[in-house]
């Protein structure tokens, strides 16, 4: 037995926002029931699979490779924002009539000019922009990151149940296991 035409059309709706209750009510279902038929499509094997095949066919379409999603939040994850941002104490002005020489000086921060950025701090950079009173460096969100490369590496197992079957809320439960080197079998192939 293959899935329903309901089901096929909530697999593709789900592909696009990865919500099952939008992808419930634009698939046809009813909206008072959407929740409950999304929950219970992503539960049955069969809708799993078609959405797994998908998903798998939209990456290698796309050329997007597991290893390069890990590759991409690690780089994120372990920069350093002193490879983008500088600062530190700066030299008083001496020659000025006024200058204090016990004054200690201003704590400045400049830009790192972006061809001395190497890539790796360059992809960590989300947004650079000018302001009214400067410049502003905004990085990626290095926890979310670490969170994610934990997550796609086996070092956090989730599961998460929304409902029931008596459509009641259940706990959501998180499942820490603790971290465990990688056994080194020497160099890996490439």
């Known amino acids: 037995m293959g899935l329903t035409d309901k089901q096929s059309r909530f697999v593709s709706e789900y592909l696009i926002d990865l919500n099952a209750t939008q ?21 049955k094997p069969l809708v ?4 797994s095949a998908a998903q798998a066919a939209l990456a290698e379409k796309a050329d997007i490779r597991k290893d390069a999603i890990v590759a991409e ?23 000025s009539k006024n200058a204090d020489p016990n004054a200690i000086g201003i704590y400045p921060v400049s830009l790192i000019p972006s061809e001395e950025v190497d890539d790796d701090t360059a992809a960590a950079i ?6 009214q009173t400067g410049v502003r460096i905004k990085m990626h969100d290095k926890k979310a990151a670490l969170v994610d490369l ?17 459509g009641r809320p259940l706990d959501m439960t998180i499942t820490y296991r603790k971290w465990e080197p990688p056994e080194d079998d020497g160099p890996s192939e490439p």
Do not use: C
């Open 48 to 51: 799993a699979e078609a959405i």
């Open 73 to 95: 939040l690690a780089r994120i994850a372990f920069t350093d924002i002193r490879k983008a941002v500088r600062w530190g104490r700066s030299p008083v002005d001496e020659t």
């Open 150 to 166: 934990a997550k796609m590496l086996g070092y956090v197992a989730e599961r998460h149940e929304h409902t029931g079957p008596n």
């Open 126 to 131: 989300s947004e650079v922009s000018l302001t």
């Open 23 to 43: 992808a419930a009510i634009r698939a046809g279902y009813s909206k008072k029931t959407a929740q409950i038929i999304g929950s219970e499509n992503l539960s």
